[in-house]
Protein backbone atom coordinates (compact mmCIF):
# COMPACT_ATOMS: atom_id res chain seq x y z
CA UNK A 1 0.00 0.00 0.00
CA UNK A 2 1.10 3.60 -1.34
CA UNK A 3 2.23 5.61 1.79
CA UNK A 4 3.49 9.05 2.26
CA UNK A 5 4.20 11.70 4.79
CA UNK A 6 4.40 15.28 3.71
CA UNK A 7 6.01 17.42 5.72
CA UNK A 8 7.80 21.15 6.32
CA UNK A 9 5.44 23.76 5.93
CA UNK A 10 4.52 26.77 7.89
CA UNK A 11 3.54 30.40 7.92
CA UNK A 12 5.82 32.44 6.22
CA UNK A 13 5.95 35.82 5.00
CA UNK A 14 5.92 37.32 1.25
CA UNK A 15 9.43 36.64 -0.11
CA UNK A 16 10.04 33.99 2.47
CA UNK A 17 11.62 30.22 2.11
CA UNK A 18 10.39 27.00 3.08
CA UNK A 19 11.49 23.48 2.17
CA UNK A 20 9.04 20.63 1.72
CA UNK A 21 10.00 16.99 2.27
CA UNK A 22 8.00 13.85 2.05
CA UNK A 23 8.95 10.20 2.78
CA UNK A 24 7.43 7.72 0.30
CA UNK A 25 6.52 3.56 1.00
CA UNK A 26 4.77 0.90 -0.25
CA UNK A 27 6.33 0.94 -3.91
CA UNK A 28 9.75 0.94 -5.09
CA UNK A 29 10.69 4.83 -4.91
CA UNK A 30 13.52 5.13 -7.12
CA UNK A 31 11.61 3.22 -10.27
CA UNK A 32 9.10 6.13 -10.55
CA UNK A 33 8.68 9.83 -11.47
CA UNK A 34 7.44 12.21 -8.54
CA UNK A 35 5.29 15.01 -8.24
CA UNK A 36 4.27 17.60 -6.31
CA UNK A 37 0.65 18.85 -6.23
CA UNK A 38 -0.90 21.82 -4.75
CA UNK A 39 -4.48 22.78 -3.37
CA UNK A 40 -5.63 26.14 -2.57
CA UNK A 41 -8.59 26.66 -0.21
CA UNK A 42 -11.91 26.19 -2.90
CA UNK A 43 -9.85 25.11 -5.63
CA UNK A 44 -8.49 22.35 -7.85
CA UNK A 45 -5.62 20.23 -7.53
CA UNK A 46 -2.86 21.92 -9.49
CA UNK A 47 0.02 20.46 -10.74
CA UNK A 48 3.70 22.68 -9.48
CA UNK A 49 6.53 20.00 -10.21
CA UNK A 50 7.71 16.71 -10.99
CA UNK A 51 11.23 14.81 -11.28
CA UNK A 52 12.35 11.82 -13.32
CA UNK A 53 13.44 9.08 -11.87
CA UNK A 54 17.06 9.43 -11.20
CA UNK A 55 16.82 13.24 -10.21
CA UNK A 56 18.57 14.58 -13.21
CA UNK A 57 15.13 15.46 -14.99
CA UNK A 58 12.85 18.18 -13.60
CA UNK A 59 9.58 19.85 -14.69
CA UNK A 60 7.68 22.98 -13.23
CA UNK A 61 4.83 25.01 -13.72
CA UNK A 62 5.16 28.34 -15.37
CA UNK A 63 4.20 29.76 -12.18
CA UNK A 64 6.75 28.78 -9.97
CA UNK A 65 9.79 28.51 -12.56
CA UNK A 66 13.27 29.82 -10.82
CA UNK A 67 11.16 29.78 -7.32
CA UNK A 68 10.87 26.41 -6.57
CA UNK A 69 13.60 23.34 -7.05
CA UNK A 70 12.71 20.09 -7.02
CA UNK A 71 14.64 17.17 -5.82
CA UNK A 72 15.02 13.47 -4.80
CA UNK A 73 17.14 11.57 -2.28
CA UNK A 74 16.42 7.61 -3.75
CA UNK A 75 18.35 5.89 -1.44
CA UNK A 76 16.12 7.92 1.86
CA UNK A 77 12.82 7.82 -0.43
CA UNK A 78 12.65 11.12 -0.04
CA UNK A 79 10.94 14.05 -2.13
CA UNK A 80 11.75 18.05 -1.98
CA UNK A 81 10.84 20.91 -3.02
CA UNK A 82 12.69 24.21 -1.82
CA UNK A 83 10.62 26.89 -2.25
CA UNK A 84 12.03 30.65 -2.22
CA UNK A 85 10.14 34.20 -2.75
CA UNK A 86 6.62 32.73 -1.60
CA UNK A 87 4.28 34.73 -2.79
CA UNK A 88 0.35 34.82 -1.04
CA UNK A 89 -0.78 32.93 -4.31
CA UNK A 90 1.31 30.18 -3.19
CA UNK A 91 -1.07 29.61 -0.13
CA UNK A 92 -2.10 25.95 -0.32
CA UNK A 93 -1.79 21.89 0.74
CA UNK A 94 1.22 20.79 -0.74
CA UNK A 95 0.98 17.02 -1.71
CA UNK A 96 3.40 14.67 -3.01
CA UNK A 97 1.97 12.17 -5.79
CA UNK A 98 3.58 9.24 -7.13
CA UNK A 99 3.76 9.46 -11.38
CA UNK A 100 4.11 6.68 -13.58
CA UNK A 101 7.80 4.62 -14.62
CA UNK A 102 8.25 6.80 -17.70
CA UNK A 103 6.20 10.20 -17.00
CA UNK A 104 5.26 12.22 -14.65
CA UNK A 105 1.59 11.45 -14.84
CA UNK A 106 -0.27 11.75 -11.90
CA UNK A 107 -3.96 12.73 -11.93
CA UNK A 108 -4.75 8.23 -11.70
CA UNK A 109 -2.72 8.44 -8.52
CA UNK A 110 -3.96 11.04 -6.86
CA UNK A 111 -5.30 8.63 -3.70
CA UNK A 112 -1.90 8.14 -3.25
CA UNK A 113 -0.97 11.05 -1.60
CA UNK A 114 -0.71 11.70 2.33
CA UNK A 115 -2.34 14.00 4.36
CA UNK A 116 -0.32 17.16 2.92
CA UNK A 117 1.78 19.98 4.30
CA UNK A 118 0.13 23.72 4.78
CA UNK A 119 2.05 26.69 3.56
CA UNK A 120 0.73 29.97 4.08
CA UNK A 121 1.61 32.81 3.07
CA UNK A 122 1.03 36.40 4.17
CA UNK A 123 2.12 39.40 5.96
Known amino acids: QVHAVESGGGFVEPGGSLTLSCVSSGFTFSNYWMNWVRQAPGKDFEWVSA????????HYADFVKGRFTISRDNTKNTLYLQMKNLAPEDTAVYYCVKGDYYSSSWNHNLATRGQGTQVTVSV
Open 51 to 58: VNTGGAGT
